[in-house]
C-alpha cells in the first residue's frame, strides 16, 4: 500500500501525473472555497466543510511525511510549514481560518516540481510556449495571495476597515503599487510595520514579477546547429554550441 502511494506522489507514470492533477485542482478548490467563505458568516456547514479539509490536508501531509527519505529536511521546508499552519485553521477554527490562504504555497511547490511542469509541457502547447511568463504570473499571483491572506489573517475582525478578502486585497494592490489612496489603514504599531513590509517587498518582488511578465528574460529562438530554444534576448550566439542566431527584436527588420 505504502508503496502505491509512494508512486503517485513521485513517479513518472500516468496514474501519477493524473494524481498530482487531481490535488492541484484540490489546492485551487481549497484556496477558493477561503477566499469566497471570508464573505459570509461561518456557519455549521462551513465550519464541517472546514473541518473535512483539514482531514484531506493532513491525510495528505502524513503521506508525505511517511514516503519522505529525509524527514528532518522536509519538516522545515516552506510548504511543509505552510501545510501545518494550513491544517491547524481548518481544523482548529480558533487558529483563525484566514491563515488558511497558505493552502497556495503548496500550489505553488506542485506547480514547480518536475514532474508536474514536464506532463503540463507535454499536455498543453501553450504552457509549452510561454513557460516562464506562466510561471511568472503564477508567482505574482501567488505573492499577491500571500500577502493579501497574511493582511486579512491579521486585521480581520479587529480592523473595520478589512471585512474581506476584496479589502484585503484592494489594500495589497494599492500598497504595491505605491498608490495608496488612504481610504484603508491597518491600524496599530504592528498595523504600520506589516504595511512597510508589504512596501518593500512590493518594490523588489513584485516589479520584478511583473517585468518577467510583460518583458521576459528569455526568448524562443531554436538554434539552427544544435536545437537549443531559449536564449537571452540580446543574445548573438547560442550559449550551447556558439552558432550565431538571429534573434527578431524590436526596431529590426
Request: with cysteine; hydrophobic share 50%; proline share 2%.
Amino acid at each position: 500500500m505504502l508503496s502505491k502511494l509512494a508512486s503517485l506522489y513521485q513517479d513518472d507514470t500516468p496514474a501519477a501525473h493524473r494524481f498530482r492533477y487531481g490535488l492541484l485542482a484540490f489546492d485551487l478548490g481549497t484556496i477558493a472555497f477561503v477566499v469566497v467563505t471570508s464573505f459570509f458568516k461561518h456557519t455549521l456547514a462551513i465550519e464541517i466543510i472546514d473541518a473535512v479539509l483539514g482531514v484531506i490536508i493532513l491525510a495528505d501531509f502524513l503521506i508525505r511525511f511517511t514516503i519522505e527519505k529525509n524527514k528532518k529536511t522536509f519538516m522545515f521546508r516552506v510548504a511543509t510549514i505552510a501545510d501545518i499552519i494550513a491544517i491547524a485553521s481548518f481544523l482548529a477554527p480558533i487558529a483563525g481560518e484566514g491563515f488558511g490562504f497558505l493552502r497556495v504555497l503548496r500550489t505553488l511547490r506542485l506547480l514547480h516540481t518536475y514532474e508536474l511542469s514536464s506532463r503540463l509541457r507535454q499536455d498543453f502547447r501553450y504552457f509549452r510556449e510561454n513557460q516562464e511568463i506562466i510561471l511568472a504570473a503564477i508567482n505574482l499571483f501567488v505573492f499577491l495571495f500571500v500577502m493579501t491572506g497574511l493582511i486579512y489573517a491579521t486585521q480581520y475582525p479587529e480592523n473595520p476597515d478589512i471585512g474581506n478578502y476584496a479589502d484585503a486585497l484592494y489594500f495589497t494592490v494599492t500598497t504595491l503599487t505605491t498608490t495608496g489612496f488612504g481610504d484603508i489603514t491597518l491600524h496599530g504599531t504592528s498595523g504600520r510595520m506589516l504595511s512597510v513590509g508589504v512596501m518593500i517587498v512590493g518594490v523588489t518582488l513584485f516589479l520584478r514579477l511583473a517585468q518577467v511578465m510583460f518583458r521576459p528574460t528569455k526568448v524562443r529562438h531554436e538554434c539552427s546547429t544544435c536545437g537549443l530554444v531559449l536564449h537571452d534576448a540580446d543574445a548573438v550566439h547560442c550559449k550551447h554550441c556558439g552558432e550565431t542566431i538571429r534573434i527578431k527584436t524590436e526596431g529590426v527588420y
